[in-house]
């Protein structure tokens, strides 16, 4: 079984995202297991500080390197993982082929930043991976750990029920997902197209076909020069 530990200075935020939804019907069915851990747990701090102000005299705080060190480190002594990964706006982009990667993996850790980030040497010394998701700024890595890991769960074999349609998804095969309908087939003027009608499914998938190449060449061209 994947298990995905998060490590996070606000656990609060993660309350949400893993509570319903695909995600909760995968750790129900016993496919994954998702724990999100407080970093604040670990501080020896008197305070229980897990940040600092940056060497250098620069604005804002640091996540500090010793409450997550010894998170991981705690982590580690008890199974094995695949990769630690650094939720950060510099990391590498998040695309379907890496979540596809990471859902057969093996056991994740997530670190999300917060503040301006963590010391250096926590992501010299034991992040394997940094992954953003996109060039904006959000004000946490959590959403960002919530967003990783809600695209992962769903690749494990058994998450979703159709077991077909995690490959239907746009992406999966380069291409945006066609337009999709269902009863009632005539809505005042509006019609469902008829060959989805026709009980022909040769020509349903053509039709298919033909509409995800349409929409992706319309909305998303740079998809197909890749
Ligand atoms: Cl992973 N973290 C933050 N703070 N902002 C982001 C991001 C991550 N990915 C895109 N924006």
Do not use: C
Not at 34 to 40: K, M, T
Not at 193 to 217: F, I, N, Y
């Amino acid at each position: 079984m994947t298990r995905i530990d998060i490590l996070t200075v606000v656990p609060r935020l993660l309350d949400g995202p893993f509570a319903d939804s695909i995600v909760q019907r995968g750790v129900e069915k016993g496919h994954v297991e998702i724990h999100v851990h407080n970093i604040r747990d670990w501080s020896t701090d008197k305070h229980k500080k897990v940040d600092d102000v940056p060497f250098g005299g620069s604005a804002g705080m640091v996540m500090t390197i010793q409450p997550i060190a010894d998170a991981i480190a705690e982590l580690k002594a008890q199974r094995d993982y695949a990769e630690i990964i650094y939720l950060t706006p510099d990391g590498e982009r998040l695309s379907q082929p890496l979540v596809n990667q990471l859902s057969i993996a093996g056991n994740l850790i997530l670190l999300a930043g917060h503040y301006k980030g963590v010391d250096q040497r926590v992501r010299d010394h034991f992040i394997t991976r940094e992954i953003s998701i996109g060039d904006y700024v959000l004000s946490g890595g959590e959403l960002a750990a919530a967003v990783l890991t809600d695209a992962i769960v769903r690749l494990i074999p058994g998450v979703i029920g159709d077991e077909m349609s995690a490959l239907t998804d746009s992406f999966q095969d380069g291409l945006l997902a066609p337009p999709v309908y269902t009863r009632p087939a005539v809505y005042g003027d509006w019609e469902v197209p008829e060959v989805l009608r026709s009980g022909d499914h040769a020509k349903v998938r053509a039709w298919e076909e033909e509409q995800a190449l349409e929409r992706t060449q319309a909305r998303r061209p740079d998809l197909l020069e890749e």
